[in-house]
Each structure stands twice: as C-alpha cells, then as structure tokens.
C-alpha cells in the first residue's frame, strides 16, 4: 500500500489516518504489543479488519503511522469528489465520481506494473486479429480506386454526372422512393466503372464488384453451396456481404448480360 498526501519531497499521512495510527499504538500499548515488530502488511490488514468501512487507504495510513510516529500530518482531503460525470463506470454513481486520495498512487502503481503490459498484449493480439479478418474478408478490395487526375475529375464532374445525377439520386432516395438499381449501358471501354467508383469514393461508401462473367448463366441462387463452380460460389460470397453490410455500401455488378435473368 502507498501513502497518502505528497507535500514537497515527502509523503504525508491525513489527520484522521494518523489519529487511527495512534489510537492503535495506545491500543497495542495496553495489551503489550510491540507493533514494531510487525510487518506493513499485517499491520494494514490488523487495521482493516478493526475497521472495514473506511477502507484500506485509511488502514495503510493506520499501519504507517503505528510504524512510524513521526510521519508528517497533512490536513488535506483524504476522498475527492468529482460531479457533473457521464459515464456507465461502476465508479461512477449518479454522475458522482469519488476517488479516495490514498489508493491512487497504489492503483496506478499495480496498473503499471500489471495492467498496462495486459493492455499492450491485448492491443497487439486484436491488431493481429483485425488485420487476419480484412485479409480473410478482403476489406481493402472494398475501397474505390480513384485516380488522382484532375483531367480525369474534372471530366466525372462536367460529363459523366450531369448524365447520371438525376437517375442516381432517385436510385439513393433523394428524390422520391429509393429505386436501389442504376443500369448504364455502353460499348467495352467507354468509362461505365469509372464514375461509379468516383460516386462511391465521394460518398465514403464500400463498393463490391461482382464479375458477371465469372457468376455465369447458370447460377439462379445466392446460395453459394448451390453455385456449380468455385469461381461463381467467390462471388456468391462478395454479393452476400455486400448485402449484410446494410446501407452504406454499393453493388456494382459488371457485364450484367452474362448473368441469369432468373438470378436478377
């Protein structure tokens, strides 16, 4: 246990801890106890036992005064208060939070010595297991690969969107009932991914690419054991995450006229 109050250099007991350190000196006095001879620890918990409800703060301010009567006395507050708190914290009781000024020191002590290595351990263990999940899940296929160009940019702003915005927006539910389906329609070659990828980069959606020719004709089911091939059950297992993901995430499914009326 720690004590209590640091004034300048030195540590100091509160009035109340050393009061109790005497009284259980006189008390020790008078059954012949050589309280000298005791250990801290013991001397704490003796302390605590006679009085539980103050705590071991107060029981190690006892047992330090009992071994040492000249420790310097302080008459700052021994428990502070904090109100105004918004938390869930056992701690925290009513938006009162009460801190007992003696246990600090040994709570941040032991969470250095015992806490903190368990929270870097942790912390490396779920970065470990995080980057096993996006590579399992292929997270980062998920993000739109928007070149840097301005040419580029600037020719989604002027061209591609005044084409796309307002059949987009009804797609999205800005203007009237939310649609959920946007077909373009272009030779090979002619930029249909790329407005779609600046759209869902600039919204901050994920985008899933499905490949059409590899779901092929024959798949009628988005259950991937039905699918005929591996090839069609990956991308069975991309369109089934896209549609857990909610909302915030847009399927783009590529050469569409290889797909399966059936499976539309």
């Known amino acids: 246990m720690t004590l209590l109050v640091q004034t300048g250099g030195s540590f100091s007991l509160s009035r109340a801890g050393a009061e109790r350190g005497d009284g259980l000196v006189r008390w020790a006095r008078k059954h012949d106890v050589d309280v000298r001879t005791a250990q801290l620890g013991e001397l704490t918990r003796w302390a605590f036992d006679m009085h539980p409800d103050e705590g071991f703060g107060r029981a190690s301010e006892t047992a330090w005064r009992a071994l040492d009567p000249l420790s310097e006395v302080s008459d700052a507050p021994v428990v502070v208060t904090v109100e105004g708190m918004r938390s869930i ?121 499905i490949n059409g020719p590899a779901l092929g004709s024959h798949v009628t089911s988005l259950d991937p054991a039905a699918a005929p091939d591996a090839t069609s059950a990956e991308e069975l297992r991309r369109l089934n995450r896209a549609f857990a993901m909610g909302t915030n995430v847009v399927c783009y499914l590529d050469d569409v006229q290889h797909v399966s009326p059936e499976f539309l």
Request: hydrophobic content about 40%; charged content about 20%.
């Open 89 to 209: 914290h056992s701690t925290i009781v009513e938006g009162t939070l009460t801190v007992e000024v003696s246990l600090i020191s040994s709570l941040i002590r032991r969470y250095r010595r015992d806490g903190l290595p368990r929270f870097h351990a942790f912390q490396l263990e779920r970065r470990s297991e995080v980057a096993q999940w996006r590579a399992r899940l292929a997270i980062d296929r998920l993000r739109p690969r928007v070149l840097s160009s301005f040419v580029r940019n600037q020719l989604v702003d002027e061209v591609y969107l005044p084409l796309l915005g307002d059949n987009l927006a009804k797609q999205l539910g800005l203007s009237g009932p939310s649609q959920g389906l946007l077909l373009l329609i272009s030779p090979p070659g002619y930029g249909k991914t790329t407005p779609i990828e600046y759209l869902v980069d600039l919204l901050g959606f994920a985008l899933v690419k």
